[in-house]
């Protein structure tokens, strides 16, 4: 017999097998996981458990790393799993890392 299953049990099972889609629900849930400071930083990439994030200043990263149990907390809750262990923060050009993550024009 074929069993039914909603989109939600879908988007989970989907969750759980990929990497690329874990990161993906992070970006575009990156406000309400960092709040303000969405702005100042953002998810480059997800990798055996560690989040990747770039930051602009060193003054941002201080700050993301006093709340980094937080920001794992909401990373695992949004993608409803614990799977993201551990936050690495690299300062640099943020508008450089958003136009090769999600393409635009070279103007």
């Known amino acids: 017999m074929l ?3 909603s989109v939600k049990d879908l988007i989970d099972e989907a969750l759980k097998k990929s990497r ?3 990161e993906i629900y992070i970006k575009i849930n990156w406000i309400e996981i960092v709040g303000n400071l969405e702005k100042k930083s953002f998810p480059n990439y997800l ?4 989040l990747h994030v770039i930051v602009e200043s060193s003054t941002v990263m201080h700050y993301m790393i006093l709340n980094e149990d937080k920001y794992l907390k909401k990373c695992n809750e949004i ?5 993201v262990k551990e936050i690495r923060y690299k300062i640099g ?11 635009g024009n070279n103007e």
């Open 47 to 50: 990798k055996d458990g560690v």
């Open 93 to 103: 050009n943020l508008e450089l890392t958003v136009k090769k993550t999600f393409g």
């Open 79 to 83: 993608i409803n799993e614990n799977y």
């Open 3 to 5: 069993k039914i299953l």
């Open 20 to 22: 690329k889609l874990k």
